[in-house]
């Protein structure tokens, strides 16, 4: 195998999965330890406690041995070895503090030092720099090199310290690099990226990112956490507060489903910066840029500070008083006269678990009624709250770090780096080290293509036929367990396309491609399918989902191995707790223990009924707490008429959104780091945050809104914080999935394609890769990385209509227009468009239908 | 004395391969074939105990012998050509004039070995000595010794040659792996041995052009013979690059053990111009220097290391009475810091700083306990580097301080050079 | 395009002859830098699209190795050994000499862009000191009339070609 470096891959040995270590023991500074064969002098030494200084070394790269910090003396050796490159051997016997050692150790420093500017004062990274502690401890106080310091400048070096901007958040200052290959390891390595190198050689050897370009990758803030030293210095942080002063806060990442694990530095009035916090179940201690700076939209000055009323047609400021005694009047107004069931709530995947919990019951057990949800991105939900093989899928036992014992792993429907930032890295770990064979099927090209050993890209809207295709080839060829012939026969009759050929035909993917993923899937011994986003926008997911749940039976794959992955930071865990209409039998029971009274009997309302339903005047009342359909719903006109249709819409939120606009009344919303609580991951995982900094006066909770809601109109909810904790946690933790039937089988039949002959071009919108949601258009270091919103279009196409990048063009469906900016994107070949919808100025939903995503004609614009 | 490598050396079209044919080539390879067992040219080489002629003088068939046979990987060869430590124009001699000479070794060790791709990677300066070696490798697959089933043996072979683009580390094996893969000819750290996991992650034996020229001989004439010439430890004959100031320079090969002595004035004609003889480096720039009264130093590894320095890769470079040790020593020393990798902390900062050291002493400025301070930079640096460039670097820095360090002295107190050189250009 | 379609059909020949693609990064390089004269990030672009390999490990090797220059040079790149074996025969003057005779100092290229003068490292051609090498070429055994006359054959060659 060659990865897209061209350099070898490993072959993957599955025979030693599983298999007991064997031990070896070995003796560091006269005390015996007995480790796993493999580990290394390093990890030996560091297990008893003995602190072996390192530069080059990380815990999750490959050890080069450059630094030679951590030089030991072994007996019988020769010279002195690397303890983070010498594996322990049985007998061994180390020393680690020789005065050899130690004269080697302040050698090193001493040459570190030779070209190192002598100015820590001024250095951000002083304080936490490796170097620093070092010199100290070694105590090197006299300097015996008596020549010019080399000074690392070129014609784009701006600054009097010698720094310059490599990336959009990244300084670099070359005078003070040691030369330990962290940050390239680290983007090439772990991240596959390859916009940062090392140039010329020798004592003149430079980073750089790539001549003429920029570090911009998605991971690129870990290689400022991992420089030991203040080369490498992020703009989000330096010179704004010194890292002694700020306290640290325990979080999570705000946005995506992974649950990425970040420390919060801060001094209560301002966030400051995030960096990892280690999790090796999740994230191994690397994030991506969203969760390292999506932080900032809490300290945006364009909060919202006081609730405020519409009055006359505007929305004017107001007292929370006067707010919540209006909110409790209108609801009670509309309960009274029409019922509970017009009154609907919605929230936002990102809220806390326990804000999701609370919702729920406030509009479940308070208000009596089913209408609510938290699936309110880019998936229009119809007339169905999901089928039972996609929810089956969507609750699956998954785990991120399992990843690393597959040997198949099939992406279905998803820009993996964007929407799942930290399985992203998990996958290209398996590749890398344990061999694991990567398949991918898309709708367009995506950057997991350069680990894909097949990136097969099918026709817009042929998910459904792809699946049935891979059925086809499963069953054609035998390839099923499980079985038997005749039931075989019996689910090849629940296919449409009817045949692989026709299939193949359909989604435009050679019949060979297809058979060989259902090969290889066959012959695995722990193969994975996961869906991500592309699948789960595509208008007939229920079709294909049901197409996966057939393909798992077919194949005996576990029930923690095919799974849709979620979207949102809390999206499992609003549907742990039960913010949507229909429940399971079991969360329904768990619910009424707990409440100790029946739930309301009505059958409730998904997103689309809720807003169907206002459309036609069936729901009057409805409370949007933390989310912004307006911006991210498909079909941006059907969500403005039904949310203009509402007899009394109430808001909550950090920022006046497209959404709030629309509102009777606006409530200031806290963030997530203004309060403690949980989040349930995209595993079903459940991890508490802190809280970090006190909200402005003005702003209150999601919780504290909801009680006060509920106060006012004599609902109380009589929970307090602690109790609402350990509530919640309860119901999460009493969730029961329902698991796969293996027996069951249903019908995987591709819907007709919509027509679309004066639209040629299919439209896919969805985050940026250095956006999320609504809320990072207040996170200026996001900004810098994508400043505005733009048509991503292949150079083919580009080529074909004549267009150049920037130049100005006219996007148009059957339901809106836009003009944009064009940019050439990396990875699409086809006729295939994207537009991020992250942008509150662009109203991109405008473009996609709710039956089956966008299909445009675009046109270049003129005058430029 | 009889030659292995220049034997045919003043024959103009020796290059070619029915010149080659003619005087005898390609008969080994054939015997080999037919019969030896991969086995037994691994044993026969041990016998001939013949050894690396790159510089470390490590056993041929022992390395080859590391390989493991049974991983289900692919297994290389490496010929190294990179001839870049200063002094060294030895295998060019052999690449350009007798490139055949080189297949066929390349042929037995592959064979040998069980590897079915070879590459020679030659400096990429040498761009002649290059292109003669592609033309005898296309020679040779146009008379089908090269390819698919070999003499109709069934064993398939591709030679590839790749040239470098400047970099004396990338003769280091571990560098050299490095360059062949495409990255950055940096050296990296063992083990893994390359035997083990060398190019692609695949076993890998590296062995230089001379070595795996010798090889040929072995088979064609016996252990015997072989070990008939040079000593009981250090067999075989090898090419000494003579070099500086005698005054007949060149690549001779002689038997390992001659005399240096008769390499220098027998067939070197002597110090030039009847110059007075001041030192001698025997191996290749990083080897020790030898003093005049150990001219007569038998050249074989052990008698070399006896008397303090290393036989090296054979490069007698021959300093006569104008010389300033100091100007010599900063020449060489110019050389290491221009050529350190960087991958490491103790090479990469420290023969930059030992180069500012000793350059300050030799322009005039050099500071009282300068001599300790470099000296203990070579201390920091000894032993302490992922590949031996550090301390290549290093030897020669502790030996011209050992054996001059009054010229050293006495150039700090006076600023000026003890010995002014000035060698004339005519 | 900067390369022509022959550099890029060498390069694509030599690179399916290795294990690895990216193991034709220094073929690549040297062919690219016989037909240009020289490298840069616009060749390394188009390299790294030949080979597709990323253009930063294209830039990485390339600055690694000294052999290429990485900017514009005369049409005659004269490498001047200033090594041990060389300079026991006379480097040092050598070099002086040839700065007045070529009118230009270490580094520079003459008015006429015909000659750039450098001093590099041992070249291999010890034996033969002082030696240089000039574009592909060793120049061995130099002596004040050779270099004369290698100069002016130079000379009369550019002439030639250029007429
Ligand atoms: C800095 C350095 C440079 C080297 N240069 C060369 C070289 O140019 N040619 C060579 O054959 N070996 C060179 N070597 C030795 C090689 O690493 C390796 O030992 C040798 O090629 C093995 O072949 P042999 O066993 O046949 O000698 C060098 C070693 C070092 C440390
Ligand atoms: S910039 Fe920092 S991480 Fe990168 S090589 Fe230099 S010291 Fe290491
Ligand atoms: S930490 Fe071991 S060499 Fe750098």
Redesign the pocket.
């Known amino acids: 195998m060659q990865g897209r470096n061209g350099l070898p891959v490993c072959v993957k040995n599955m025979s030693d999965n599983g298999k007991e270590k064997e031990q070896v023991t070995l003796t560091i500074d006269g005390k015996e330890i007995s480790v796993d064969k493999g580990t290394t002098v390093l990890d030996a030494a560091t297990l008893m406690g003995i602190h072996i200084p390192t530069f080059c070394w990380h815990p999750k790269l490959d050890s080069i041995g450059a630094c030679r910090m951590c030089l030991v003396d072994v007996e019988k050796f020769p010279k002195p070895a690397v303890a983070c490159a010498t594996e322990a051997m049985p007998g061994m016997i180390v020393r680690t503090d020789t005065d050899e050692i130690v004269k080697a150790r302040r050698g090193v420093l001493e040459f570190m030092l030779l070209n190192h500017p002598l100015d820590c004062p001024t250095c951000d990274k002083g304080g936490e720099c490796d170097l620093q502690d070092n010199v100290f401890h070694y105590g090197i106080d006299k300097s015996r090199q008596a020549f010019t310091r080399r000074r690392v400048i070129d014609d784009q070096t701006t600054d009097a310290f010698d720094d310059k901007r490599i990336g959009p958040e990244i300084i670099r200052n070359m005078n003070r690099c040691v030369t330990c290959y962290k940050c390239i390891r680290f983007n090439k390595e772990i991240a596959g990226e390859y916009d940062l190198g090392a140039y010329e050689r020798g004592n003149h050897t430079v980073i750089d990112a790539a001549p003429g370009e920029q570090i911009d990758n998605f991971y690129s803030g870990n290689v400022v956490e991992i420089c030991p030293v203040g080369a490498l210095t992020n703009t989000d942080w330096r010179y704004k507060i010194r890292n002694w002063k700020a306290k640290q806060t325990l979080s999570l990442c705000s946005h995506d489903a992974d649950g990425q694990n970040i420390m919060l530095w801060h001094d209560q009035r301002q966030l400051w910066r995030a960096t990892s916090r280690r999790n090796d179940d999740i994230d191994d201690g690397w994030i991506c840029n969203i969760a390292r700076y999506g932080y900032q939209y809490i300290n945006s000055p364009d909060r919202l500070k006081t609730p405020l009323i519409k009055k006359e047609g505007k929305q004017v400021p107001a007292s929370w008083d006067e707010a919540i005694s209006l909110i409790s009047k209108r609801f009670k107004e509309i309960k009274d006269s029409k019922g509970s069931v017009c009154l609907a709530g919605l929230i936002g995947g990102n809220q806390s678990v326990e804000t999701a919990y609370l919702f729920n019951k406030f509009f479940r057990n308070k208000l009596h009624t089913n209408n609510l949800d938290y699936r309110l991105e880019y998936i229009d939900l119809k007339g169905s709250d999901e089928t039972e093989a996609y929810n089956c899928l969507y609750r699956a036992p998954f785990t991120i770090a399992d990843l690393e014992q597959a040997d198949v792993v099939f992406v279905f429907g998803s820009n993996f780096i964007k929407d799942h930032p930290a399985i992203n890295l998990r996958l290209r770990k398996a590749y890398r080290k344990f061999g694991t064979k990567v398949y991918t099927a898309n709708p367009v090209e995506t950057k997991s293509a350069d680990i894909s050993l097949d990136e097969m890209i099918y026709s817009p809207d042929t998910e459904t036929a792809f699946i049935a295709g891979l059925i086809h080839a499963i069953i054609d060829n035998k390839y099923y367990k499980n079985i038997d012939e005749t039931k075989a026969a019996e689910v090849k009759t629940m296919l449409a396309p009817a045949t692989l050929d026709e299939a193949a035909r359909l989604c435009g993917i050679e019949q060979e491609r297809i058979v060989n993923l259902a090969k290889v899937l066959s012959e695995a011994n722990n193969p994975y399918i996961l869906a991500g986003d592309y699948f789960v926008a595509s208008a007939k997911r229920h079709r294909t989902a049901n197409g996966m749940y057939d393909l798992a039976n077919l194949l005996g794959i576990k029930d923690s191995n095919a799974i849709i992955l979620a979207s949102q930071a809390n999206s499992m865990g609003a549907d742990r707790v039960g913010v949507r209409p229909r429940l399971t039998e079991n969360l329904k029971k768990t619910l009424i223990d707990k409440w100790g009274e029946e739930l309301p009997e009505s059958p409730g309302s998904n997103t689309s009924q809720i807003l169907n339903n206002s459309l036609d005047e069936e729901i009057d009342g409805l409370f949007i707490l933390g989310a912004n359909p307006a911006m991210r719903y498909p079909d941006g006109p059907f969500v403005n008429s039904a949310l203009d249709k509402l007899d009394f819409l109430v808001v909550a939120d950090l920022f006046e959104t497209a959404t709030s606009a629309k509102a009777d009344v606006v409530l200031p919303l806290a963030g997530w780091a203004e309060q403690s609580g949980a989040y349930v991951n995209v595993e079903g995982r459940y991890q508490k945050f802190e809280k970090a900094q006190d909200a402005d006066k003005g702003i209150k909770s999601g919780i504290e809104i909801i009680h006060s809601i509920a106060r006012a109109m004599d609902l109380s909810l009589n929970l307090d914080n602690a109790a609402l904790m350990h509530e919640t946690k309860d119901i999460v933790d009493a969730f029961e999935r329902e698991a796969r039937d293996e027996a069951k089988f249903f019908e995987v039949k591709q819907a007709q394609i919509p027509e679309h002959d004066n639209y040629p071009y299919r439209l896919l919108v969805g985050n940026d890769i250095h956006h999320f949601g609504y809320v990072t258009e207040h996170c200026p270091s996001l900004m810098r990385f994508t400043p505005e919103p733009y048509l991503e279009i292949s150079p083919n196409l580009a080529e074909k209509l004549g267009i150049d990048e920037e130049t100005l063009v006219r996007i148009e469906s059957t339901t809106g227009k836009l003009v944009l900016k064009a940019r050439f994107s990396e990875y699409f070949e086809g006729d295939v468009l994207f537009i991020p919808n992250n942008f509150s100025a662009t109203e991109v939903t405008g473009l996609v239908s709710r039956e089956g995503g966008g299909w445009v004609k675009i046109e270049k614009l003129d005058d430029k | 004395m009889e030659q292995v490598f220049l034997k045919y050396i003043d024959d103009p079209n020796q290059h070619k391969i029915d010149t080659y044919i003619e005087h005898g080539g390609y008969q080994a390879i054939q015997k080999v074939f037919k019969e030896y067992q991969p086995t037994e040219v691994i044993d026969t080489v041990k016998a001939s105990g013949v ?8 056993p ?1 068939g022992l ?1 080859w012998s590391f390989v493991p046979q049974n991983t289900g990987k692919p297994i290389y060869l490496a010929c ?6 200063p002094g ?1 124009c030895k ?1 060019r001699v052999i690449m350009e004039n007798n490139p055949h000479l080189i297949i066929e070794g390349i042929m037995i060790c592959c064979y040998a070995i069980n590897a079915h791709h070879a590459f020679i990677y030659i ?1 990429g300066e040498f761009a002649h000595p290059a292109a003669r070696v592609e033309a005898a490798i296309n020679e040779a697959y146009a008379k089908g010794y090269l390819g698919k089933n070999i003499f109709g043996t069934g064993f398939d072979l591709d030679i590839i040659v790749h040239t470098g683009g400047g970099a ?2 990338c ?6 792996l490095s360059s062949i893969e495409g990255s950055r000819g940096n050296a990296r750290i063992r083990p893994p041995f390359p035997a083990v996991e060398g190019l692609y992650k695949c076993p890998t034996v ?7 020229s010798s090889l040929p001989s072995i088979f064609n004439n016996g252990v015997e013979w072989y070990r008939s010439h040079g000593t009981e430890k250090s067999p075989g004959t090898k090419i000494f690059s003579l070099s500086g100031n005698v005054n007949k320079p060149g690549n001779y090969e002689v038997d390992l053990g001659t005399p240096l002595s008769y390499v220098i004035n027998d067939l070197g004609g002597g110090i030039q111009n009847g110059h007075k003889l001041k030192a001698i480096i025997p191996g290749g720039s ?1 080897t020790p220097l030898l003093m005049p009264d150990q001219i007569d130093t038998p050249l074989d590894y052990e008698a070399v290391a006896e008397a303090g320095s290393m036989l090296g ?1 054979g490069a007698i470079i021959v300093i006569d009475e104008r010389s300033c040790m100091v100007w010599v020593l900063m020449k060489l020393i110019n050389f290491y810091a221009h ?1 350190s990798c960087g991958r490491c902390t103790p090479c990469r900062e420290g023969t930059a700083w030992l180069k500012q050291l000793i350059n300050r002493i030799e322009n005039g400025d050099g500071q009282p306990g300068d001599i300790e301070l470099i000296l203990d930079v070579c201390d920091n640096i000894m032993g302490r580097t992922i ?3 550090g301390d ?1 670097a290093v030897m020669p820095v502790r030996s011209f301080i050992q054996h001059f360090r009054d010229e050293f002295e006495y150039h700090i107190e006076h600023k000026k050079c003890k010995v002014e050189t000035d060698y004339p250009f005519v | 395009m900067i390369l022509k379609e022959s550099t890029i059909k060498e390069i694509k020949t030599r690179m399916e002859r290795y294990p690895s693609r990216r193991s034709a990064i220094l073929p690549a390089l040297t062919a690219a830098y016989r037909q240009v004269g020289h490298l840069d990030n616009a060749v390394y672009k188009e390299i790294s699209r030949v080979i597709e390999i990323p253009y930063v490990e294209i830039a990485e090797a390339a600055t690694f190795y000294t052999m290429f220059p990485k900017h514009e040079v005369g049409k005659y790149l004269i490498q001047v050994c200033h090594n041990i074996s060389c300079s026991l025969r006379g480097a040092d003057n050598m070099l002086i000499y040839m700065q007045e005779k070529l009118g230009i100092k270490m580094g520079e290229t003459t008015d006429d862009n015909l000659f750039t003068l450098i001093s590099v490292e041992c070249l291999g051609g010890c034996s033969a000191a002082p030696m240089m090498q000039i574009n592909q070429d060793y120049y061995e055994d130099l002596s004040r009339e050779k270099i004369d006359t290698i100069f002016a054959d130079l000379r009369a060659k550019a002439e030639e070609e250029g007429k």
């Open positions: 050894r690396g002629r790159g510089g470390a003088g490590f041929a390395k190294n050509g990179d001839e870049s430590e060294t295998d400096r004396y580390i003769g280091e094996e571990t560098s050299l590296i062995n230089n052009v001379e070595t795996l990083s890769s050529e590949c031996p460039l290549a």
